[in-house]
């Protein structure tokens, strides 16, 4: 059976979901990543984030935007059953380069530490370590934190 990469659409959500629940090594949260929060996001970047397709089934998935002047990738997963099959290279491509389409020039994303393998993902695509900046966030509305 052939991948087929698409736009992710709304209608996508559960098995989106679904997928990033099996997972390792991810993080979410009940508002960012809820339905509606997705879809607030899809909303946004109707034409940086893609899934992928195999007999029906969302085997892959990449969320990307920017906000006019970086773009940003967020939460980049395949299905554990379908790695090592150029999957998550091919969402990133495509991704980079619907960015790229709307004159995105630089893109960030965060890894946990612990996240070995995607940490050698990103490390092998090029995407360099920052050791000269501190990540600061503070939450608006309480949020419940799920680490897969």
Request: with cysteine; proline share 1%; hydrophobic share 35%.
């Amino acid at each position: 059976m052939e991948n087929l990469f698409r736009l992710m659409q709304k209608s996508d959500y559960e098995s989106v979901y679904s997928l990033w629940m099996k997972c390792k090594n991810m993080g979410f949260n009940n508002v960012d990543d809820s339905e509606k929060g997705i879809s607030k996001y899809l909303e946004r970047n109707s034409k940086t984030c893609f899934v992928c397709i195999r007999n029906e089934k969302v085997v892959g998935v990449i969320l990307s935007g920017h906000d006019g002047r970086r773009g940003f990738i967020h939460h980049l997963a395949v299905d554990p059953d379908f790695r090592r099959h150029g999957i998550a290279t091919e969402l990133l491509r495509q991704a980079l380069n619907a960015l790229k389409a709307e004159e995105i020039s630089k893109v960030g994303l965060f890894v946990f530490a612990y996240n070995s393998d995607g940490n050698a993902f990103w490390e092998k695509q090029g995407f360099t370590l920052r050791t000269d900046i501190n990540y600061r966030n503070k939450a608006l509305v309480e949020l419940i934190r799920q680490d897969t």
